[in-house]
């Protein structure tokens, strides 16, 4: 029998599958997630300012589709309106599971980072709206600084916070969550313009019918992706941000294990959707969105201008206070109770950190600012320039904070006396102290020796060597 021939490389060809399987699931995690979102960013920065900028502009703002079916959009609408769908798809996912088997299920676990995320995103729109009103701004733009970015904020912790208690990661978790909500809540009420309420309803229906075949267990991606676009396409032509849809849907998916089976439908999909969303939706969106020019003059405008001098505020001031300080208010005032593993510079860390809000704050400046293309890129740029101060911020903290427990780790595992038991465990004995000067004296007897001999002046039983 002839052997088989071997296969020849196909460049950009479908890869085979145990490296589809492990790109896949690199870009499940938040780190690869959050440094293809930056890479995405600085290129677009990048495009954007070298002369090739008109080719970005020429692309950018390329019209495709069905002009009939009211979907002949720019490609930064389709990236913004199509694309970031599938980030809320997942993000609506997410919420589910925290509502049914996280920490929002316990009322009194949620109490803490809910509380947080609310006031994490009225202390923003507090100080935009104090910023502007004094320099005479618009203040349209109230709701860019209020969002928190999960992927760069997950990233971060992840990268930097090696040693840092598993608490915080759940923490920064629901409080990333439950910011998402409102910001979803924000974005359909406040950046609803005029309703089709004909196609409204449609998208209703669809999002009812999606809600039946679930519930009826009907199986196959043919069935529900179909319907998942058609749903989007109505929910877009109703005036209501088509995001909505994609958040929706995710919420109806079960994510409670019934028995016999592995994952809940949630998580299996999620776990499918999740690399689509990290590895192309939202770095294509920040391509297409990140692109603002920044010369000299535009980066001191940022500095001087109400609108962005109060996104950058609001990122980098309103977010750390608002999350310190709710939290604080509900340790304090309510039976809400700060996880026994975290400290309170903890705390002040993550809420240095959710003053990262990239995607939706680039969202939302592009809703708030529609009629107006220069002041919508001048506040992108302060979105930028706010979330890459909060990082730096958050990450000095962090790697503070992860010394301190690599340090109480190291302690914790010291067993000077070998004797198989960390000696922070058995310092309550009154005989450790004991035995611990015995080792010390001895090992100190023991440097004399080799000290003496290493000299040539080693003493013995025997006399001098």
Request: proline share 4%; aromatic share 8%.
């Amino acid at each position: 029998m002839a052997a088989p021939k071997n296969r020849r490389s196909v460049f950009l060809g479908r890869l085979p599958l145990p490296e589809r399987n492990y790109l896949a699931e690199a870009l499940r995690t938040e780190t690869v997630g959050g440094v293809l979102l930056l890479v995405a960013a600085v290129a677009a920065l990048i495009w954007a300012n070298t002369p090739l900028r008109d080719s970005y502009e020429t692309i950018r703002d390329f019209h495709l589709g069905p002009g009939s079916l009211g979907l002949d959009l720019s490609v930064q609408h389709w990236a913004a309106d199509g694309l970031l769908a599938v980030f809320f798809f997942v993000a609506g996912i997410e919420l589910k599971r925290e509502l049914v088997a996280g920490e929002l299920r316990d009322p009194k676990a949620a109490a803490l980072p809910v509380i947080a995320a609310i006031c994490g995103m009225a202390a923003p729109a507090l100080v935009y709206f104090t910023v502007t009103k004094a320099g005479g701004g618009a203040l349209d733009g109230w709701a860019v600084p209020t969002a928190t970015d999960i992927a760069f904020a997950l990233a971060v912790l992840a990268v930097i916070g090696t040693a840092l208690p598993s608490a915080l990661r759940a923490f920064l978790l629901t409080l990333a969550v439950v910011d998402d909500l409102f910001a979803i809540l924000i974005i359909a009420v406040f950046f609803t313009s005029e309703l089709n309420f004909a196609a409204l309803g449609f998208a209703v229906l669809g999002l009812a019918v999606f809600w039946l075949l679930l519930r009826k267990g009907v199986r196959g991606w043919y069935v529900y992706v179909p319907l998942a676009i058609v749903n989007w396409a109505l929910m877009y032509n109703s005036g209501v941000h088509a995001t909505i849809a994609g958040v929706a849907m995710g919420l109806m998916l079960r994510c409670t294990r019934h028995d016999g089976e592995r994952y809940s439908p949630g998580e299996h999909i999620e776990h499918i959707v999740r690399p689509l969303s990290a590895g192309l939706a939202v770095p294509l969106f920040a391509l297409f969105s990140a692109g603002v020019a920044l010369s000299g003059g535009a980066l001191s405008d940022v500095f001087r201008k109400p609108e962005t001098l109060g996104v950058v505020l609001g990122l980098v001031v309103g977010k750390a206070i608002g999350v310190f300080g709710g939290t604080w208010l509900a340790a304090r005032f309510t039976k809400a109770e700060l996880n026994p593993d975290l400290e309170w510079p903890d705390v002040l860390a993550v809420a240095s950190l959710a003053g990262i809000g990239f995607t939706v704050s680039l969202l939302i400046g592009e809703l708030a600012f529609a009629g107006d293309q220069l002041l919508t890129d001048e506040v992108k740029a302060a979105v930028l320039i706010g979330s890459l101060i909060a990082a730096v911020i958050a990450g000095t903290l962090l790697k503070l904070r992860d010394n301190k427990y690599k340090k109480l780790c190291a302690d914790e595992e010291r067993d000077e006396d070998e004797d198989g038991i960390p000696d922070i465990y058995e310092q309550g004995n009154p005989d450790y102290h004991l035995r611990m000067a015995a080792i010390h004296e001895a090992k100190a007897a023991e440097h004399r020796r080799l000290a003496e001999v290493a000299s040539g002046h080693t003493t013995g039983d025997d006399g001098p060597a």
